[in-house]
């Protein structure tokens, strides 16, 4: 357990941990850190000086990630299932890093399901990883966050949240269900001056894409995980409430939210 | 934390948090345990025991300084346990669980005909915190402080064990606990006296005064027959104006002369509207005063409030409800933000010199030159009589009150406490004392002078019975008793 030093010497107490400026945080944790635009992340604030406590269930891939980024990343094994563990390890992310600015959620599975498929095992284990850990972890960022008055949560969701499209119905939930969530946290802590941003990603080349590209699926226009990483940085600090990555995306979701149900039945996206 | 994993059907509630003082100088980051029963509260010593961690007690966090900032990794906050047990509407005797607010209490007593004998000027304080700082209202020199009006309390130990104690049985544990700044015990039920009113309003009148000598006659010569008194000062007036203010002189209603006190004793009667003007939201408003937080724009409004106070102190006397009198600055939701909301950034500090009758009026004008000459002038001031009392590390003195907030800059921080530091010196050598409860600055050195040495050495002898392993200490327990408590 982390102690302050004593200072009772001097009568001048404590005082608040260093500010944390407006626009670029020192203190990160990225959950979900592994593979992808989480990895991508914790590279990309690393080198930028910023402390960063990388969670996943994966271990090795973990460490690896952590030598590639010199000494201001901590590496720690944990899988979101389990719930009951957040609240004290987001504690001990919290005193190893001496505070906290900025927290980002970018766990997220997508299980491939079949055509005509309805696997409720499958659905709940998304629900579980996509929105149960979201919550268990940003719940606890939400309490420190308002309570100091300031910090920055990012939630990685999807474009698969703008419809219920009929490819894989509980994924695009899960997105929808994020969405939901971030926006109503967003709403609860505008007054605390705690800022919530939501990234909605279109096609970045990560695992997931790879493994829909393996499943037969063309799929053109990707960007890298590391280029998404920078825009959601950059989302994040200008204090953006909902940001679709790469941007062209705005667009594709702005036709697809607005297509009527009766023509959305007929189509296959 | 270990503390967490010790699960089961029954764990106390728990949240890590930043958990800071009032006036957001000073905080640190605590697992914080709301406990909701005297057995829960129980279990958190144990839990801090074995975690080897020391507990900070902790009611609403209104104390200005570090009363309730946690020394080390727990907080023991008591606000989930907001019962009120019992209210007789004969004798109007309450009996609370400790996390009761003065809000709740008022709410629930009021139209049964009864207000708190003894309020602070906001009304989120707990009960248990207010009594552990011993609080006083604008009444103080007429009815004394809170412990005045408590009866009985039940004190849980770092032990387990719950002392139940009143003036007669435990005495000294009475005396020591209440103005004790959750240093002994936790409270675990609180039995206090409150008392009858026949109205929801208060007759107030204003009197404007162009210094201090002025306010300070005021208070003497109306202090027999008023039942709350209260001055503002302009603490940026100099020269002959120094001290210029606004006293509000406040008197109960008589029965019989409210026409309708069914009305005037409702809850809706003592809210103020939602917003300013009618059309301006009040969870807003900190960022219009947020524009002139600064020493001109302080200055002009304490200029603007000067003016003011004189036209209304040629007005009649006026009624306004018990809430409104006694709790306006709750209506401004989260003023102190107009200090600064992004953590780290500002706050503010109170800084309350108790000073006795006899030599208040040269302390006080000699602290307001040195504010002044130090280019750190309060951005408000407030003015209140008390009396003694009988509670062993209690602040008040017969004499006055002169309540300061300065706002904290980080630029001027250590100058600010330098400035604190000479005016503390005038005020224990003039025979003051100072208020925990308010306090940031006052050092264990202070502390030892200004308080009685046969009160302190019967209160370090209290605590280390209490609580032989130190399980319960706090930011202000460091800070301002370790040193000769331990000696
Ligand atoms: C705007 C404003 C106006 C104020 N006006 C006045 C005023 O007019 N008069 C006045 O006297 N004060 C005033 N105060 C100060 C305030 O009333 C006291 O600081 C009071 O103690 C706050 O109570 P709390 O419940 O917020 O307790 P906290 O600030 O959380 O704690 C206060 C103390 O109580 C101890 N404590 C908390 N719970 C327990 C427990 N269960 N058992 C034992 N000890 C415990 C804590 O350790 C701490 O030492 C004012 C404060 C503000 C912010």
């Known amino acids: 357990m982390a102690h302050a030093t004593d200072a009772h010497a001097a009568h001048e107490p404590a005082t608040q941990p260093e500010p944390a400026r407006r626009v670029r945080e020192r203190h990160a944790i990225v959950v979900g850190a592994s593979s992808g635009m989480g990895a991508a992340l914790v590279e990309q604030l690393a080198s930028e000086g910023v402390r960063v406590v990388a969670l996943a269930r994966r ?16 590496a720690l094994a944990h899988d979101v299932h389990d719930f009951d563990a957040v609240p004290a390890l987001f504690e001990r992310c919290v005193r190893e890093l001496g505070g906290l600015d900025l927290f980002v959620y970018a766990a997220g599975i997508m299980t491939e399901v079949g055509a005509h498929e309805f696997d409720t095992r499958k659905d709940l284990d998304m629900l579980a990883v996509n929105v149960g850990g979201a919550v268990a972890w940003t719940n606890e960022a939400a309490k420190l966050f308002r309570t100091q008055r300031s910090g920055t949560i990012v939630g990685i969701s999807s474009i698969a949240g703008e419809r219920g499209r009929k490819g894989n119905p509980v994924y695009g939930t899960t997105k929808a269900a994020l969405n939901h969530y971030l926006e109503a946290l967003r709403n609860r802590l505008a007054d605390y001056g705690v800022h919530v941003c939501t990234i909605k990603p279109g096609f970045v080349e990560t695992a997931m894409l790879a493994s829909a590209r393996a499943q037969g699926r063309s799929i053109q226009g990707a960007i890298s995980a590391q280029a998404a990483a920078r825009s959601i940085l950059k989302a994040a600090r200008g204090r953006r409430n909902e940001v679709f990555v790469p941007f062209k995306w705005t667009l594709v979701a702005a036709v697809i939210r607005n297509i009527p149900s009766v023509l959305f039945k007929g189509l296959n996206i | 934390m270990e503390i967490l994993s010790l699960r089961g059907p029954r764990t106390v509630e ?6 800071e003082g009032w006036g957001m100088a000073v905080g640190r980051h605590a697992r914080v345990l709301r406990p909701r029963s005297v057995e829960e509260i129980v279990q958190c010593f144990a839990l801090a025991r074995a975690a080897g961690s020391t507990l900070t007690l902790r009611g609403g966090g209104n104390s200005y300084g570090d009363a309730s900032c946690p020394a080390q990794d727990l907080v023991l906050d008591v606000t989930r346990m907001d019962r009120v047990l019992g209210f007789d509407a004969r004798t109007g005797i309450a009996t609370l669980e400790p996390g009761v607010t003065i809000e709740k209490l008022w709410k629930t007593i009021l139209p049964l005909g009864f207000w708190p004998r003894v309020v602070s000027g906001t009304m989120f304080p707990t009960l248990a915190g207010a009594l552990a700082a011993n609080i006083h209202g ?5 009815v004394g402080t809170i412990g005045d009006a408590c009866l009985e309390f039940d004190l849980v130990l770092p032990s387990g064990e719950v002392r139940t104690c009143n003036r007669e049985r435990n005495a000294d544990l009475f005396h020591a606990a209440i103005g004790g700044f959750g240093m002994l015990g936790c409270f ?31 208070f003497e010569a109306h202090k027999a027959t008023s039942d709350y008194l209260v001055g503002w000062v302009d603490c940026f007036a100099g020269g002959d104006a120094c001290g210029r203010g606004l006293i509000h002189d406040a008197h109960n209603l008589h029965e019989g002369d409210d026409p309708s006190p069914e009305r005037s004793l409702t809850v809706a009667h003592q809210e103020l509207p939602a917003n300013i003007l009618g059309l301006f939201p009040k969870s807003q408003v900190w960022r219009i005063l947020e524009l002139f937080n600064h020493d001109l724009g302080m200055r002009s409004i304490n200029a603007a409030k000067y003016v003011a106070g004189r036209l209304e102190g040629m007005g009649e006397p006026y009624l306004q409800s018990h809430a409104g009198f006694s709790f306006l600055l709750d209506y401004v939701p989260n003023w102190k933000w107009a200090y600064g909301r992004a953590r780290g ?33 309060p951005y408000l001031g407030v003015f209140k009589r008390h009396r003694e009392d009988s509670f062993w590390l209690t602040h008040a003195v017969d004499g006055w009150s002169f309540a300061l907030d300065f706002k904290v800059d980080p630029a001027r921080r250590a100058a600010l406490w330098k400035l604190c530091d ?17 306090d940031l600055v006052v050092g264990a050195e202070d502390t030892a002078r200004f308080l009685p ?35």
């Open chain 1, 59 to 74: 271990k090795d891939a973990l460490e690896e990630l952590a030598r590639r980024c010199g000494g201001n990343v901590i």
């Open chain 2, 188 to 218: 675990g039920r609180i039995v206090l006296q409150t008392k009858r009113v026949h109205s929801g309003n208060v007759r107030v009148r204003g009197e404007s005064t162009r210094d201090l000598r002025e306010m300070m006659a005021y």
């Open chain 2, 138 to 142: 604008k009444n103080n020199f007429a």
């Open chain 2, 14 to 19: 728990s949240s890590f948090e930043y958990i």
């Open chain 2, 422 to 438: 000479e005016l503390t010196e005038l005020v224990i050598s003039a025979g003051g004392r100072f208020y925990f409860a308010k």
């Open chain 2, 345 to 377: 950034e500002r706050g503010l500090i109170q800084y309350q010199p108790f000073v006795p009758q006899a030599v208040a009026h040269d302390v006080y004008s000699e602290i307001l030159a040195r504010c002044r000459h130090a280019g750190q002038v």
């Open chain 2, 453 to 487: 040495q046969d009160r302190l050495a019967a209160f370090a002898a209290l605590k280390r019975a209490c609580d032989p392993q130190t399980l319960i200490e706090g930011q202000l327990y460091r800070r301002a008793f370790r040193d000769w408590i331990a000696a």
